[in-house]
């Protein structure tokens, strides 16, 4: 089983509306999160970091459920702007340093 | 202030051969770490290095290596380069080593191996 997984889709989303994804991983050690976003061709950029309280950015709700070991991303009012491949990543917190473990990533294509 | 910055971005070598990529951190960060992105894939951890010392090691052949220098710039080695290593190579910059630590990466060095 990989240490994180993630839907490849693509999710198909009409302009406006909302599309929200799941990411699960199996290492309950993990004790950071993000969202990157990643353009073709082009390196992740950081979208949010999640936190245990779950945390909004604009348009963007990110969401942690520990015990079931799983993140979520919602994208409210979807822009043409938003089509990318939404990468989820978990970081095991250790003394010597940080290893960020990527999901594959999740496309999403947004249409007129 | 400049983002993190790579060298080459596109490179083309032939199996067996050796290749060097390079990456400069965002000024004030001591950490880089290293990966490997495949063509439909999620990047995959080579290495990081936190004030010149590793810090931790992926699941790479000995044939990858990598260094850190006084002022945090980053050299990445593969030697004997095979058909398997062609990918995007992307470098991370952090303020600090540690889990919570948000990284930033390189625009990446596309290496084709033919």
């Known amino acids: 089983r990989k240490e994180v997984e993630q839907d490849p889709g693509p999710f198909n989303v009409p302009e406006g509306a909302t599309v929200a994804f799941n990411c699960t991983y199996s290492?309950?050690?993990?004790?950071?999160f993000f969202w990157y976003r990643q353009d073709c061709r082009k390196e992740p950029k950081l979208l949010m970091s999640?936190?245990?309280s779950g945390n909004e950015d604009g348009r963007f709700t990110a969401q942690l459920n520990r015990a079931s070991q799983y993140i979520s991303l919602l994208i409210r009012d979807s822009k043409l702007s938003d089509s990318a491949t939404y990468l989820c990543?978990?970081?095991?917190?250790?003394?010597?340093?940080?290893?960020?473990?990527f999901g594959g990533g999740t496309r999403v294509l947004v249409k007129p | 202030d400049a983002g993190v910055t790579q060298s080459p971005t596109h490179l083309i070598k032939t199996r067996g051969q050796h290749v060097t990529l390079r990456c400069s951190p965002i000024?004030?960060?001591?950490?880089v770490s290293w990966y490997q992105q495949v063509l439909g894939q999620g990047p995959q951890f080579i290495f990081q290095?936190?004030?010149?010392?590793?810090?931790g090691r992926g699941n790479f052949p000995d044939r990858f290596s990598a260094r850190q220098f006084p002022n945090y710039s980053s050299e990445l080695n593969v030697n004997a380069l095979l058909l398997g290593d062609s990918a995007l190579y992307l470098c991370?910059?952090?303020?600090?080593?540690?889990?919570?630590?948000?990284?930033?990466f390189g625009q990446g060095t596309r290496l084709t191996v033919v």
């Open positions: 991370a910059s952090s303020r600090r080593s540690g889990g919570d630590t948000e990284a930033f």
């Open positions: 290492n309950s050690a993990s004790q950071s």
């Open positions: 999640v936190y245990s």
């Open positions: 990543v978990v970081n095991q917190i250790k003394a010597a340093g940080n290893k960020l473990t």
């Open positions: 000024s004030g960060h001591k950490s």
């Open positions: 290095y936190y004030e010149k010392e590793e810090r």
